[in-house]
């Protein structure tokens, strides 16, 4: 069974300019999440999505980041313009409410750098 | 709101010697428990999770985490460390159905020769 996958793996970019991210979950999971992950920090939750249902997006910076899951299937995290400070892994991670074992699986993530 | 404290930002202990690495919540209601590992680069592992029913819990690689409630406690124990087991290791803790889950900042292991 195939992972979740993420890419690009690797970013690099100047400020202000735009980015995209790409997440396919593992096959028949239907909640899938984005995290950013600082250096040194634990991971923290961006976007929750259900089906193609964003249930919580109370932490995701509206003014620069969007996200969107049109077929319920894979998903897309954009930041338009990036700032010196989004320089962190973007982890991408999907989970199968219907067992109930609460376990998410996380891709490689995306490491961004801002210069 | 749940929340995660990892008191040991750094741990070092020498190929062979036990570990144990701590983990603090804070939940409302019954917990669900994890701990993951991250190798450099990679995303996160599961290692072993709790739900309810025996608070002592077996995971992967030779480790297990005991549940105590009256300490609001998950900690992380191996036996014998092995080199390869050098990595960050991160507590979360979530509601039923995947909501919510929080994770701590992370323990980061260093194994001595």
């Known amino acids: 069974e195939a992972g979740v996958v993420q890419s690009p793996r690797y970013k690099i970019i100047e400020k202000k300019q735009p980015v995209a991210f790409w997440c396919n979950p593992i096959s028949g999971h239907n909640t899938l999440y984005w995290y950013l992950q600082n250096l040194g920090q634990g991971p923290e939750l961006l976007i929750r999505y259900e089906n193609e249902e964003a249930v919580d997006d109370s932490q995701l910076p509206k003014d620069r980041f969007s996200a969107e899951r049109l077929k319920g299937v894979d998903s897309t995290l954009k930041i338009q313009p990036a700032e010196l400070g989004d320089s962190a892994v973007y982890l991408c991670a999907s989970s199968s409410t219907g067992t109930s074992t609460g376990e998410l699986f996380f891709g490689e993530g995306s490491r961004l750098t801002v210069l | 709101a749940q929340s995660v404290t990892q008191p040991d930002i750094h741990i070092t202990v020498s190929e062979g010697a036990s570990l144990e690495l701590r983990c603090n919540y804070s939940y409302g209601a019954t917990p669900y428990l994890f701990w993951y590992v991250q190798s450099p680069g990679q995303g996160l592992q599961l290692l072993l999770k709790y739900f309810s029913g025996d608070t002592l819990v077996q995971g992967i690689k030779g480790f297990e985490a005991e549940f105590k409630r009256s300490q609001s406690s998950f900690n992380l124990r191996k036996p014998s460390v092995h080199w390869s087991d050098a990595a960050e290791y991160f507590c979360?803790?979530?509601?039923?159905?995947?909501?919510?889950?929080?994770f701590g900042a992370g323990t980061r292991l260093t194994v001595k020769p």
């Open positions: 979360a803790v979530g509601g039923s159905l995947n909501n919510d889950m929080r």
